[in-house]
């Protein structure tokens, strides 16, 4: 046998071990005995996670949100999860990159993949994961709380979402439209708000419909807890998730499963002591960061202090999904995608031998000011200095921040385009002017104390930071809650 021949046999054993793997894990549904869904939630594909979550939901299966590539913070993680945890097989939902299908594969897991070229497709087969064929459907733009009703139904959710937002196409998908003819459903419900040329489309068909609203985020969260009371469920719950649209989805899994409510606050405008005291409901688990937690925060996604004390005064007993401390609500949010899928346990930060360091440059450009970083959050971050005058801040997970000096007492950092924040030094103090749209939205203060130590002032809370060898720990009323060290 010649060269060429060989090669030519190596080749085909490689395309046809390729489409056997190909074949082998593409499927069209989630079997009760995936172990965790991991959904794709970014690009054309963001709010996909909502229609997937009540499956998960339904079958006690936790989520995970990715994009087409797993975060490095969630990808550090699942190797622990999956050992400690026994998991046997995966389902990913939307389209992954396969290299990350091969990683998984290599730790033992047994990986399948739902696809398809859009929402509407890859939820359409979906259906299929369902024991029986669901006599109705729900149809939301993209409102975590339908996949809520939706867990408690047993009926698929379609996400109407469109041009990589949350908001509504015009009308309602073919796959979707196709879905509710070759199987007879003649009665849907709507969570939240749809165009009027969609709710036509349905009544052209002789479709009726059920429209689950309210005037804003927090109204329609009510409206569904009702709704899921009047099936029979709920009755007894003594817990509400409560946190802004992209995170809940992770949640819904949670709240079925500790027969939980779900509150969506994205006016942040809380009012919801009364209704929470009339349902009996003792614990509040908060799936986003108070914004005295973010060290830097660019979209205003966080929990109000207010409604936090307003909470804590009402003797609600309040838990959050994420970390003391965080970067910023990107961040943040990858806490959430892991403590969704387990029970969160703080880390034991051991401190000694505290260093003074001389502080020329603004707090945060100090503490972050090594060639290569990792924070107690496994986030990391490699800083380069451009020029006498900038530095650039590349972080594993998040836009970079870009520093520049504009003279000793001053320097302007811009994020991602958009925002922008202004640091001013008078005398030992920096002040700091968080900026959009030409508008300043917060002030924070960092202080150089007289043993160099740095005190943090945030929303009327204190931080203080200290520097210990290649570490700077984050203290909050004596207590080290959070670490920048270098890598």
């Not at 996670?49 to 087409?68: H, K, Q, R, T, W």
Request: hydrophobic share 35%; aromatic share 10%; net charge negative.
């Amino acid at each position: 046998m010649n060269k060429k021949t060989i090669i030519y046999i190596i080749f085909a054993f490689i395309i046809i071990g390729g489409a056997y793997i190909l074949n082998d894990t593409f499927t069209d549904t989630i079997d009760s005995d995936t172990s965790m869904v991991i959904s794709v939630c970014t690009g054309d594909m963001r709010a996909l996670e909502v229609g997937v979550s009540g499956y998960c939901a339904a079958n006690n299966i936790p989520l995970i949100l990715s994009d087409i590539h797993i975060p490095d913070e969630i990808s550090t993680w699942l190797p622990d999860y999956i050992k400690e945890n026994n998991v046997k097989k995966i389902t990913i939902v939307g389209p992954i990159d396969f290299s990350e299908v091969i990683k998984l594969k290599m730790m033992g897991v047994n990986v399948k993949v739902v696809n398809g070229r859009s929402i509407p497709q890859i939820l359409t087969r979906l259906t299929s994961s369902y024991n029986t064929t669901p006599k109705s459907v729900i149809i939301t733009s993209s409102d975590p709380l339908a996949a809520h009703l939706g867990s408690y139904m047993k009926v698929p959710v379609f996400v109407t979402a469109s041009n990589k937002s949350y908001e509504s196409s015009e009308y309602l998908h073919s796959s979707y439209m196709n879905y509710l003819k070759n199987n007879n459903i003649s009665h849907v419900t709507i969570v939240g708000s749809l165009p009027m040329t969609l709710k036509d489309q349905l009544h052209e068909s002789n479709i009726t419909y059920e429209e689950i609203t309210g005037s804003d985020s927090v109204e329609l969260s009510y409206n569904v807890n009702n709704k899921i009371k009047s099936l029979g469920y709920l009755n007894n719950s003594r817990s509400v998730y409560y946190g802004f649209y992209g995170e809940l989805a992770s949640a819904v899994p949670l709240c079925y499963a500790n027969n939980a409510m779900l509150i969506e606050d994205s006016s942040n405008m809380g009012k919801t002591n009364e209704y929470l005291k009339d349902n009996n409901i003792t614990d509040i688990y908060f799936m986003r960061n108070a914004k005295s937690d973010y060290i830097m925060m660019e979209e205003e996604d966080y929990i109000s202090s207010s409604i936090i004390k307003s909470l804590e005064d009402d003797n609600f007993k309040l838990h959050f999904m994420t970390n003391n401390r965080t970067l910023d609500e990107a961040t943040g949010l990858y806490d959430v995608r892991i403590n969704s899928a387990q029970k969160h346990e703080t880390n034991n930060i051991h401190v000694e031998n505290l260093q003074p360091q001389k502080i020329n440059t603004p707090p945060l450009l100090e503490i972050l000011n090594h060639t290569k970083i990792r924070d107690s959050n496994n986030i990391t971050a490699n800083i380069t200095q451009q020029n006498t005058t900038t530095f650039k801040i590349e972080y594993s997970s998040i836009h970079p921040y870009t520093y520049t000096m504009i003279d000793n007492n001053t320097y302007h950092i811009t994020s991602n385009g958009e925002y922008e924040y202004i640091y001013q030094k008078n005398n030992n103090t920096w002040h700091v002017s968080y900026i959009h749209n030409n508008t300043t939205y917060y002030n924070t203060t960092w202080i150089i104390n007289n043993n160099n130590s740095i005190t943090e002032i945030q929303d009327n809370t204190k931080f203080t930071w200290y520097k210990n060898q290649d570490m700077w720990i984050c203290y909050l009323n004596n207590t080290p809650v959070y670490t920048i060290t270098v890598k």
